[in-house]
């Protein structure tokens, strides 16, 4: 029997399961991340409702190549003559299921806790991630044990490609180690997972079992269903209250004269040591911030690219690798506004070593190390990230030596031309792509149709264009380069004058979306142009004019979890994400609401305000639905990427977004300093 102190650590959310309702209690999920960039998820009554649920997701490339390891585990315990059977799965004709009637409890700390009561027995089961490694670790607490019990567990193992399903034609094999079991697919340079419960005994039953049922994937029109091989289970008798603890490793190959041992132990006290350090890190003192702060520790993650080692952001769990564009709109919430310096400093410099052709990159890619690069935007939110960085920091050389030249290359290639057609147009403004392109975040393309056309001049494109000219006038001045600050701010001036002659819209009150290449404009009324406000210098829009901005996008599309993408008046509009791939492309852009942009809308709101006392009252009541989102509905602990424009603006596609949480957190600190 292994016994281990209990570890403490802050609580994020306890939902009580008895008398809930299925259906909510399967639309709940949790998450777990380590700084690899591997995870462990599922829902609150431990049922997989999709394919990229599972004890163990491990990066073998961290933070991509990313392999469903384990899948579940298979529990019972046996009293005498009754058997409680503690887990549930979904099968494949059996499409409707009742949470296991002992489970009274789920608790996530820095593990995720399902708190079962069967007989006089209260069993606690824990999951936990180790920080860095892909090792997940199950402990079950047993108290109130009157007379033995027998405990079994069977692992159910996948050792897939995360996006793929398994059938039970794969070829498995199992090695017998001390300690513990080594499983693989019989194929050379197979990946391994490792696993051992030392407290039980292994008995052989290798088994496939066929047709486990994803209901997420059956309604997201992807294939809903797969095989598990299981190696057989570990029985054990506890005769008195006790801890099991069972482990499983993913190794990125077979090796099995590598020892491996786990300490639950160690690894609960280095996941709370490291909760005690980024509180201490971000200052972090009312409850909302804490949770904030935890939210946002999941998406920092570590990264190689070429001979570079450094810290970089996943755009959001489960399917997200690494964005630049979700990155440096990501980064001043997560990071900079977390007191995180080091780690902001270093996914600014993995970001500017990738740089190529006065670009960075869009994303890397999700097995290998290529850089992809379509992206409009993404440099020039960078150039933002990188001023916010030093205005945080100060600190100079960083600024000097490793970003600054980056930023000079971004906009003298902006200037004067560069992939995907992205250059400076005779009125100053920036101009990209083409009909076959998708450059700017609204991307979304299925079989060759453009839901949200763009190409051409979008409109916070051309606002993130004048606001790094301003910023780099302003640094030459403050740095005494007055030659390039003059250029910069003739650059500026142009580019200014050229925004409120292109994209303010007289008879319709609001800034145009898009000016395209012959002149005509796209007027649809979307989320885009609050940027020209947000930004810290927007183009030079009267006050007047800034107002009827954030008015127009406050009556037609702000709603309690976000901005719409799309004005619900507008014919194209569509308020449900829902249904097969071409589907949710179709409305992705097109009326859903993003909640990282209450971040900038917000700020604008506060600004046309004034910061008056009445306006940050009302600030604080648009993010109160958010910032109990967190821990009520979808994943609990983390924000949804997105959510439907219709009401009840139900939270969709990936579970834990990084610009949703990092622009909640940085709009809540603005909040709280403003009101000082």
């Known amino acids: 029997m292994l016994t281990q102190p209990k570890v403490g650590a802050d609580e994020i959310v306890r939902v009580a399961i008895e008398g809930n309702d299925c259906t909510s209690l399967l639309d709940r999920e949790w998450l777990l991340t380590n700084e690899r960039g591997s995870y462990a998820s599922g829902t609150i009554i431990g049922c997989n409702t999709s394919g990229y649920h599972g004890l163990l997701i491990g990066a073998l490339n961290p933070p991509v190549d990313r392999v469903m390891a384990l899948s579940n585990c298979l529990e019972i315990v046996t009293c005498g003559e009754k058997a409680f059977h503690l887990s549930t799965f979904e099968f494949s004709g059996e499409p409707v299921l009742a949470p296991c009637p002992y489970l009274r409890e789920f608790r996530r700390d820095s593990g995720a806790h399902f708190i079962y009561e069967f007989e006089s027995i209260e069993l606690d089961k824990a999951v936990y991630l180790a920080p860095d490694s892909d090792t997940v670790v199950v402990e079950y607490a047993f108290e109130g044990i009157m007379e033995p019990v027998e405990f079994i567990v069977r692992p159910f193992v996948g050792l897939r490609d995360f996006h793929h399903m398994q059938h039970g034609d794969t070829a498995m094999r199992c090695d017998h180690l001390e300690p513990g079991l080594l499983v693989r697919r019989d194929t050379l340079g197979s990946c391994a997972l490792r696993m051992d419960c030392p407290a039980m005994r292994f008995e052989d039953d290798a088994q496939w079992w066929f047709d486990f049922s994803y209901r997420v994937n059956r309604q997201r029109g992807q294939h809903a269903s797969e095989d598990l091989w ?13 801890r099991i603890v069972f482990w499983a490793r993913l190794d990125e190959r077979y090796r099995p004269d590598r020892p491996v041992t786990v300490e639950v132990g160690m690894v609960k006290n280095r996941l709370a040591a490291h909760q005690r350090e980024i509180f201490r890190e971000a200052q972090a003192a009312d409850e909302a911030d804490r949770k904030l702060v935890l939210a946002a520790d999941q998406f920092i993650v570590n990264r190689r690219y070429g001979d570079v080692e450094g810290t970089t952001i996943v755009a959001g769990y489960p399917w997200f690798a690494d964005w630049g564009r979700d990155t440096f709109i990501a980064m001043p919430g997560l990071l900079l506004a977390t007191g995180r310096f080091d780690e902001a400093r270093s996914v ?5 070593a990738a740089a190529d052709g006065g670009l960075i990159p869009n994303r890397f890619d999700d097995r290998s190390g290529p850089a992809h690069f379509n992206s409009v935007d993404a440099s020039l ?29 971004i ?3 902006f200037q004067n031309g560069t992939r995907f057609g992205i250059h400076a147009d005779v009125d100053g403004l920036i101009q990209a792509g083409d009909k076959d392109t998708q450059l700017t975040w609204m991307d979304a393309k299925y079989d060759g149709v453009v839901f949200t056309p763009r190409w051409g001049k979008p409109v916070e494109v051309n606002a993130l264009w004048h606001n790094a000219l301003c910023r780099m006038h302003e640094f030459c001045l403050r740095t005494d380069q007055i030659s390039d600050a003059r250029r910069y701010a003739k650059m500026a001036q142009q580019a200014g004058d050229g925004f409120c002659e292109r994209f303010w819209n007289e008879s319709a009150g609001y800034l145009n979306d898009t000016v395209m290449p012959d002149g005509r404009v796209d007027a649809s009324l979307r989320p885009n142009q609050i940027f020209a406000v ?48 071409r589907n949710r492309d179709a409305a992705y852009h097109q009326g859903t609401v ?3 942009l209450m971040g900038p809308f917000v700020e604008a709101y506060l600004k046309v305000n004034d910061f008056k006392p009445a306006a940050l009252r009302r600030a604080g009541e648009m993010i109160e639905p958010l910032l ?36 909640l957190l940085r709009i809540h600190r603005l909040l709280k300093n403003a009101r000082r």
Request: charge should be negative; hydrophobic fraction near 35%; charged fraction near 20%.
């Open 230 to 242: 299981t190696p057989g289970f570990w029985r054990g008798v506890l005769e008195e209250d006790g």
């Open 594 to 596: 993003w909640p990282y």
């Open 411 to 413: 906009i003298d290639s």
């Open 628 to 663: 109990k989102h967190l821990t009520t509905t979808g994943c609990l602990g983390s924000i949804s990427e997105i959510f439907d424009g219709d009401e009840p603006h139900e939270p969709k596609g990936c579970q834990a977004q990084a610009w949703s949480v990092g622009e």
């Open 348 to 352: 600014l410099c993995t970001f500017a």
């Open 381 to 409: 939110w960078f150039v933002h990230a990188a001023f916010e960085y030093l205005e945080a920091t100060e600190d100079k050389n960083t600024f000097g030596q490793e970003l600054l030249p980056v930023i000079r290359w």
């Open 534 to 581: 947000s930004l810290p210098y927007g183009p030079p829009l009267s006050g007047a004019r800034q107002k009827a901005i954030v008015a127009a996008v406050e009556r037609e599309l702000l709603t309690p979890y976000g901005l719409r993408t799309l004005s619900p008046r507008d014919a194209c509009y569509q308020g449900r994400y829902e249904g097969p791939q």
